[in-house]
């Protein structure tokens, strides 16, 4: 009898794989779809009303995209997070917030691109990249994923405009422990963590 029930779960296992496997798939799918119609209405307006309950994310959405943290930097949730995740893991919650800010900042404002994969690439093609790890020559791959599960949630939040902009509308950042020349050129906003965020004087930026 034992032996029966045995073989009667490693069966109910193996049938239930590939319908788990469909159903992740069928959320990320979900979850990129969303993230694209989000990203274009957040480059189209600067209206700080959180996405209808219908068109957000969900948390088990978000978090069926990229699962191993390897998948190619092509749509919008993979690179907003990728992007929090190396900028600010192993800092606290509230600095990969507020990098989620500056990227959303950055989406359709003049002199930045209108996609969030376009945001975070920027630079790339003159080796001038407005977030360095996108080009350091580095494995772009995750490597823990208590953190990056963690960026997966604030990407969603930020998708979703359901996230505070505590960087009071900042487009660039720098780690407080430097003071780098650049700076100079700008407003700050805020510190936030171990970051310092600012703004241009007037409306243009790049």
């Given at each position: 009898m034992r032996l029966y029930w045995i073989a009667t779960c490693v069966?109910?296992?193996l049938l239930a794989g590939p319908a788990i496997a469909a159903d992740q798939q069928q959320k990320q799918q979900a979850a990129e779809n969303k993230a694209?119609?989000?990203?274009?209405?957040?480059?189209?307006?600067?209206?700080?009303?959180?996405?209808?309950k219908a068109d957000a994310i969900t948390q088990s959405e978000v978090q069926a995209v990229d699962?191993?943290?390897a998948a190619p930097l092509d749509?919008?949730?993979?690179?907003?997070?990728?992007?929090?995740y190396w900028e600010a893991k192993g800092k606290d919650s509230v600095d990969m917030e507020a990098?989620?800010?500056?990227?959303?900042?950055?989406?359709?404002h003049e002199g930045f691109p209108d996609t969030v994969c376009g945001v975070v690439k920027?630079?790339?093609?003159?080796?001038?990249?407005?977030?360095?790890w996108w080009c350091d020559g580095r494995s772009d791959s995750v490597q823990e994923e208590v953190p990056y599960a963690l960026a997966k949630e604030i990407a969603r939040k930020a998708l979703n405009?359901?996230?505070?902009?505590?960087?009071?509308?900042?487009?660039y950042f720098h780690d407080r422990t430097v003071k780098p020349d650049w700076a100079r050129k700008y407003t700050k906003t805020a510190d936030i963590?171990?970051?310092r965020f600012y703004k241009p004087h007037g409306k243009s930026a790049k």
């Open positions: 069966a109910m296992m694209e119609v989000l990203e274009q209405k957040a480059a189209q307006s600067n209206s700080p009303a959180p996405a209808p699962p191993a943290g749509d919008a949730i993979t690179c907003l997070a990728r992007s929090i990098v989620a800010n500056v990227v959303m900042n950055r989406l359709g920027q630079g790339s093609e003159t080796k001038s990249c407005q977030f360095s405009k359901q996230l505070p902009d505590r960087t009071r509308g900042a487009l963590g171990l970051f």
